[in-house]
Nanobody
């Protein structure tokens, strides 16, 4: 089973950009469906984006579609989330999640994933 470590969070002004990275340990990362979730203060954790094990299939929440891009580099055991045109409502702790599976199906529920990172804080100021 892989272990996940997120990085790249920080403070940015509205309209700015950040790129989050999620580094995975373990030799089976390439067999994992990966996703990003986020949790804002006082709110439930929500799905942001996911990517299939091949990287061919991706899925985005409506709130971030057109602004965020998920990608993966299986040679580097890393998944990325490029976040552009950030808004104050994007402020949250962002979590990387994964589940083993050579499938194009991308789950949108927390229960669809069984490996989680510790999270990285993203704060967007207005």
């Amino acid at each position: 089973q892989v272990q996940l470590v997120e990085s790249g969070g920080g403070l940015v002004q509205a309209g700015g950009s950040l790129r989050l990275s999620c580094a995975a340990s373990g030799r089976t990362f390439s067999n994992y469906v990966m996703a990003w979730f986020r949790q804002a203060p006082g709110k439930e954790r929500e799905f942001v984006s996911g990517i299939s094990w091949t990287g061919i299939s991706t899925y985005y929440a409506v709130s971030v579609k057109g602004r965020f891009t998920i990608s993966r580099d299986n040679a580097k055991n890393t998944v990325y989330l490029q976040m552009n045109s950030l808004k104050p409502e994007d402020t949250a702790v962002y979590y990387c999640a994964g589940v083993a599976g050579r499938t194009s199906y991308i789950g949108r529920l927390e229960s669809d994933y069984n490996v989680w990172g510790q999270g990285t804080q993203v704060t967007v100021s207005s």
